[in-house]
């Protein structure tokens, strides 16, 4: 391993360590699974990022950011001035607390630019041909108009910007043994609710298409597979986050008829008690890239 590559895996460890110091310091329990299991996924981006083709002091937007780990790691290594949008206040008030972190750390470039906000990409105003390089990542998946928010960030990107969409499919989903009849009920009414309102849980094979249909010319596609053999306790990680992914949705499940909230509480009941499992799990985020013409 060279010097320049040392201190590289030595400024990631570090960034690693300050994440999950403070993820681990958040009291409320869905915030703190969800921020966990998020830096998980995040270590399967991680070599995407050092090629991502944006340029000393480019501009960078984050759609979906989460807890900001995507445009934090990048200025760990170069000069960028970037935003990432989220949805939700609490993920963006944590994005900022590890912004801080990591500036008193000395990891952050410190001529580098992050701002977080709070935004819907479906309602973002955002400014013509402003971006470099856009990152969009499960986000498309929960609007009812995927195609317009794709033109609106088309008006955004600057002629020659690089844009990368990723999104998950259902029928990539593996699970064995199957998951359980209760588990797999929620997971049907759950996906029929985002469904009713307009959502798309196989939007992944369509990524290319609204990049194409917005004007993009499509780079590559490719998929970001993630398969684990593993024991499934009831303190697996993913499977925590999973529950309270699905305890958080009972006010839309039960308000849309899908069921009573007598029986989501029994579901959930059954699930957290299920016994342990040996199990194998494929699943896979879809992941189109496409580039504005020059001209």
Known sequence: ????QEGRAKILQRFDEVYEELASSVEDESIRLMLQYTHQLHRLWRPLLGVLPLPEGGRFLDVGTGSGLVPLEIATTRTIDAVGFDIESR????????REALLSEGILDSTSQVDFRLGDLANLSLESESFDVILVREVLQFLV????ATDSLFQASKPGAIICMSDLDDQLFVSYPEHSDAFSRMFRSIGNVQRAQGGDREIGRKLSYYLSQSGFAIQSVFAIPQARHFVETENDPERLFVIEQMKEARERVVSSGEMSDAQFTALIEQIENEPQCERYRFNARLVAIGQKPRA
Request: aromatic share 18%; net charge negative.
């Open 91 to 98: 993920y963006i008030a944590f994005a900022e607390r590890f």
């Open 145 to 148: 108009d995927p195609q317009a």
């Open 1 to 4: 391993m060279s010097d320049l």
